[in-house]
């Protein structure tokens, strides 16, 4: 294979790491703050985008007025989530607040074909066409859209970043992941913290389910299922105890797949994942991660 075709193909996928980078981010926020993996992530992005595409192809509404209904309904959905069942369960621990979330897929998977069908929606991408262009001789071309959703997921992710380093709420988010206790100790009111990391975890969640399916085309309720899991994943590779480190992992995940698809198609999945394994074995606490040591 050829540079060009590598490059080529890294620029194909890019928007899928934007896409990742910003489920990934949701997972993130939630495990920080309130000490748990929501598996229910997916499922709360995938109600948000449903409600875009049935607003906007079946009632005839404004595009982006239905898009940000279906953010606004998953940013509602997580604060609900938080306050009124994980809340609730304060006091069992993580593998319980799991199951909690586990029930919610069941849930919500059972209610999304109720309410909105069971017969995939269209949604059609916000720009048509490549851009063609040259580097050192090499002819590459990136779709339009994709390069709408790499915008739009660094802009996204730069907002985030810098909301959690220079912002009241950034330096609560940071205190409550290092210690709920003694932020609460500080004055930090630790649930208004969890409550936002929750509705920012459904917000973004829906953001991406709207960016992959303005370039799949449709909309499914099956359809972030592979997200989450990459998600999880990047979040294991570059480790849970950053904030950079998942990021890092959602932009190998799917580029990597992509690459080594060009050798060996077949096996790409399995390969990607068991170098990721390896990686894991090597070092635990992910590619960024940090060991944290207690003292007692």
């Given at each position: ?158 907002a985030i970043y ?38 920012l975890a459904g ?94």
């Open positions: 294979m050829t540079l060009q075709s590598i490059i080529q193909t890294i620029l194909s996928n890019l928007h899928l790491a934007g896409i990742l980078a910003l489920a990934t981010m949701g997972i993130l926020l939630v495990f920080k703050t309130s000490f748990t993996t929501n598996f229910a992530q997916g499922m709360m992005a995938t109600i948000g985008v449903f409600t875009a595409a049935v607003l906007s192809t079946r009632l005839g509404v404004n595009r982006f007025v239905a898009i940000a209904a279906g953010i606004l309904l998953s940013f509602i959905i997580g604060i609900f989530i938080d306050t009124m069942i994980i809340r609730k369960a304060k006091n069992i621990n993580v593998i319980g607040k799991q199951m909690i979330t586990m029930g919610l897929v069941i849930v919500i998977t059972a209610i999304l074909p109720l309410v909105f069908g069971t017969i995939p929606l269209q949604f059609g991408r916000f720009f048509e066409g490549n851009l063609n262009f040259s580097i050192a001789g090499m002819n590459l071309f990136i779709t339009k859209n994709g390069l709408f959703i790499i915008l739009t997921s660094a802009t996204i992710l730069g810098a909301a959690l380093n220079f912002t009241k709420w950034g330096l609560g988010v940071r205190a409550t992941a290092a210690s709920e206790t003694v932020a609460a100790m500080m004055g930090i009111n630790t649930r208004v913290i969890t409550a936002m990391s929750w509705s917000a973004l969640g829906a953001t991406a389910a709207i960016l992959l399916a303005s370039q799949t085309g449709s909309v499914e309720s099956t359809m972030m299922i592979s997200t989450q899991v990459n998600g999880f994943l990047a979040s294991v590779l570059g480790g849970f105890s950053s904030f950079y480190g998942p990021l890092v992992g959602a932009v190998i995940i799917p580029i990597g797949k992509a690459v080594i698809a060009i050798y060996n198609s077949m096996w790409s999945g399995v390969i990607l994942y068991s170098l990721v394994l390896l990686a894991v074995l090597i070092k635990p606490v992910g590619l960024f991660g940090k060991k944290i040591s207690k003292k007692v």
